[in-house]
């Protein structure tokens, strides 16, 4: 038998964006744990802004299992928040997507090092070289000395861990990084996506650098935001789409553009301005391989008599990925699927 160190964490009860929490218990197994063998826990929920101090026990349901490189014989342990009576918990977002294993996701997740109350890289005062050679950039100059040490070392930790990591890459402003994820399930990316800001953070403590997930840190200057683009297919999109179904899925998503922007992460209007490739938050728009549309369509999706994958570009970098993934595919069941002409004569 082995002690394995479960690292068990969830999502906590702030709003408008929950923060990550989490608490190691020790457990004696032969072989690496699976889900199955994953006792239910708790918590005080009354100091996570999840209950009450009267009554304040919350339960933590495993989801999913990874193991973690950073800890001999470690697992992180991702968990939904139940009420007492087994019923999720309404900070559980997780537990309002629909299931449906046909559903795809990629999330590509911008965020900012942070150091001092500023973008790592930033002089004390005053600001770095304007934004132009940090994209995709290489060279102290460009990245410094310590980011892509981070961003390594997160990679390998996010691959360790079985993570569905597709990729990396500096971003536009100074100190600004993305990192891509996707699913196959609806939850999957989701829940990979929270696990891997989960080791980001966890990492960067013996750095002593702060991870900024603010839409627009710098405010309204001329040093782009962060997104976490939400790429997404159905089985019907992928295999059966068309351009009469395409539509009618524009249409939805433009009549829900208020329910879309509630969960794409808080500040939104400062980041939707229609300027640095992003599309204005009052309107909804798509286009053809348009970077400053509500959703892009990929070249291949019109070639391919429009089946593929869509881009919604509005969700920001602080959004949480559960309410994305549920809204998302609220809003494509809305949608009928299939001609209601059938062939039957
Ligand atoms: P860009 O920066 O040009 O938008 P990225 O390569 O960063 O492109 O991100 C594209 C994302 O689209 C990836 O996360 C990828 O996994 C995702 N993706 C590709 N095919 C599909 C699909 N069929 N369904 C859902 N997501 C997809
Ligand atoms: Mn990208
Ligand atoms: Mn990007
Ligand atoms: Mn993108």
Redesign the pocket.
Known sequence: MTKYKLEYIWLDGYTPVPNLRGKTQIKEFDVFPSLEDLPLWGFDGSSTKQAEGHSSDCVLKPVAVYPDGARTNGAIVMCEVLLPDGSPHPSNGRATILDDPGA?????QEYFFYKNGRPLGFPEAGYPPPQGPYYTGVGYRNVGDVARKMVEEHLDLCLYAGINH??INAEVAKGQWEF?I?GKGSKKAADEMWVARYLLLRLTEKYGVDIEFHCKPLGDTDWNGSGM?C???TTYL?ETGGKEYFEKLMKAFEENREEHIAVYGPDNHMRLTGKHETASIHEFSYGIADRGASIRVPHSFIKNDYK??L?DRRPNSQGDPYQIASRVLKTIASVPTGSSVSAAA
């Open positions: 795809w996701f990629g999330f590509e597709e990729g891509q996707f683009h790429n997404f297919s992928r593929g994958y881009e």
